[in-house]
């Protein structure tokens, strides 16, 4: 088993998913592919910290701008502006105000690939094209336009990790390492032993 390929994610349950009960859905989507669960909690997080959290990357302002003004391009139509540090800034002001606005759960997955494939079924930012049987794609039908016309926030009920070095500044910003629980689950001998010896009686 290459260890080097066993990495840690932190998953959001944003507002919206708590408030559509949800939990569960989506708990169980990580859950069912062989993840490990090592850390939850649930908390109302402050608009300073929730600026902390997406700020955490000094290139996410810039990345995050030229997204959604591609996104609006690709359907033929006009982003608010053509300035994607402006753009993201507009973003970063609604996000706040979403992510403080009720608790939301914040959890860490454990497992081969993790940061890859949570952010595979969690599915692209814009549930309007999330890909289906995601859960963006499958949980809810918002759009940057139905959320720039109400000047808000894209719900989209989950935030994932984009890479492992975020991953490792959001996992430190939620929580102590002491929260993070170090256990064996059974079924990792079938998700990743050499052989299953031990199982013919
Ligand atoms: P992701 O959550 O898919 O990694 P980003 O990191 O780019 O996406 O954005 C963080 C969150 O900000 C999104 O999940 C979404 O809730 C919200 N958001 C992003 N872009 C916009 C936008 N142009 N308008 C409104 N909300 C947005
Ligand atoms: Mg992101």
Redesign the pocket.
């Known amino acids: 088993m290459d260890e080097s390929k066993i990495e840690k994610t932190l998953v959001l349950i944003k507002p919206d998913g708590i408030q559509r009960s949800l939990i569960g859905e989506i708990v169980q989507r990580y859950e069912r592919i062989g993840l490990k669960l090592i850390g939850l909690k649930m908390l109302v997080p402050t608009s300073d910290f929730v600026e902390k959290h997406?700020t955490l990357d000094p290139e996410?302002r810039m990345k995050?701008g030229e997204k959604t003004i591609q996104a609006y391009k690709e359907k033929g139509e006009n982003p608010p502006t053509e300035d994607p540090m402006e753009m993201s800034g507009m973003t970063l002001e609604k996000l706040k105000k979403y992510m403080s606005s009720s608790p939301v759960i914040a959890m860490v997955w454990k497992g081969a690939n993790a940061v890859k494939i949570v952010r595979k079924i969690t599915g692209g930012?814009e549930p309007l094209t999330s890909d289906v049987g995601t859960i963006r794609g499958d949980y809810v039908l918002d759009s940057y336009q139905i959320s720039d016309a109400s000047d808000r926030s894209i719900r989209n009920l989950v935030?994932?990790?984009?890479s492992v070095k975020?991953a490792e500044d959001e996992i430190n910003l939620w929580f102590k390492p002491e929260e993070l629980m170090k256990y064996k689950l059974v079924q990792e001998h079938i998700l990743y032993d050499v052989n299953l010896d031990g199982i013919l009686e």
């Open positions: 997406y996410w995050n930012t935030h994932a990790s984009g975020e």
